[in-house]
């Protein structure tokens, strides 16, 4: 009987193991949206029927719109890349990414630097991407002397490569260099800096971009002087966060002492006022000057780099973390870098830092401990730092599987220092501006330094450069 039983038994149909066949397509759409992008990849391969569901185009523009955001996906369908290009083939494009290419939108040394028309040299100043306008604001400049000018430029996405600056003649803040300029929905918020007395800054302007018609400053009420508010500083950094709320950090306060105190700037309602508080940390990055702060979630910021106490320059990474419960708190990100090639490269202060399509910060330029400035590209996964449950004693990577030098090719910029970086709607085109370069040593001259007016634009190559489809140069040395 036991054979017979034996004989006779048949394994358990398909269906009464595996009730998720009987769900129809749009459910398990549903289903798949919610999982990582490597368990749909590995969901394709169970049989055809769900390959030929999570390969299609649709689930894949989903999937990108929900890693990259749906500004940028809207951007990339204006594009001509995306001719005949599967969402599939370019969110694997966007993970590959190994390269950047450069254009050359102005060139100074061919114009009138000094004319009205166009910005002259500088570094330490601000520019930012808001409402498809460029916005420069001060800086310092040949002499040690600070700049008030605002400029703005209206970005054409159908052309590019040229752009017209249109200064902005009155309403804007004190001169300054040094301070921080950032985006917070259509408005700028501008904080401290240093003019050429050497008196550090600590007031707060708010800026309103209207599409072609200019930009307004107005000085941000912040209560009363009695309120708490960051002792006055330059050379900091800042980032937005949480929609409404700008994080400051370190700089250079008085007596040139190097500063690594945390505040938060929370907006009101109508952007008329704002309140400052400062996080209280059981831990927390050294004080520094010349770093970065990006903002790559809605409660976690990126720091890196920068010139520490005793002028070294760092290569450090910390998260601010920001959970629901209002806990703010600084953890130390550690890399092993071992299968890292040039990583002995990564130290520097003056750099840019921006956060761009595909989850990556996108580290350009700065200088060494030496005063060598630079002209490569790097980028910072953020994907694989977690969003939730940081442990205070810091969190240990793989280097190779979160950094990554990129290869530049075609037109290469002048190595550069506290130049100016901001990236446009699509993530892909980074704006940089200015900075300090190495120029001619005159015979009266104490260095070889000067002041950079170019103008540049860095896309990121997904396949051929958007901008233009000759062929490819050659990558450069």
Known sequence: MAAESTRNSSPPSTSQSSPIINLPDDHLL???????????????????????????????????????????VDALKLSSLRDGVSWMLMFQRVYKLDSVCCHKISDPDDDDVESSSFPIPRASHSLNFVNDHLVLFGGGCQGGRHLDDTWTSYVDKSNQSILKWKKVESGTPSGRFGHTCIVIGEYLLLFGGINDRGERLNDTWIGQVFCHEGLTWKLLNVGSLQRPRPPPRGAHSACCIAEKKMVVHGGIGLNGVRLGDTWILELSEDFTSGT????????????????????????????????????????????????????????????????????????????????????????????????????????????????????????????????????????????????????????????????????LLQPAASSGLRFDGELFMVELVLGFSDLDHQQRPGKSM
């Open 30 to 72: 549903t289903i798949l949206l919610l999982l990582p992008v490597d368990s749909v990849l590995s969901f394709s391969m169970t049989c055809k029927r769900y390959k030929s569901l999570a390969c299609s185009d649709s689930l894949w523009e989903a999937l990108c719109e929900r890693e990259w955001g749906p500004t940028s």
């Open 276 to 439: 400052w508080h400062m996080v209280e940390s059981q831990q927390s990055p050294p004080p520094r000057s010349g770093h970065t702060l990006t903002c790559i979630r809605e409660n976690q910021v990126v720091l890196f780099g920068g010139r520490g106490l005793g002028y070294d320059v760092l290569d450090d990474v910390w998260i601010l973390d920001i959970q629901e419960q209002c806990e703010e708190k600084w953890i130390q990100i550690f890399y092993n870098f071992q299968d890292v090639p040039e990583h002995a490269s990564l130290p520097r202060v003056g750099h840019s830092a921006t956060l761009v399509l595909g989850g990556r910060i996108l580290i350009y330029g700065g200088e060494d401990s030496y005063r060598h400035r630079k002209d490569d590209f790097w980028v910072l996964d953020v994907k694989t730092i977690p969003s939730s449950g940081l442990k205070p004693q810091g969190l240990s990577l793989n280097g190779s599987s979160v950094w990554k030098k990129l290869d530049r090719i075609s037109y290469g910029p002048k190595s550069r220092s506290f130049h100016r970086a901001c990236v446009d709607c699509s993530g892909r085109f980074v704006y940089v501006f200015g900075g300090m370069v190495d120029g």
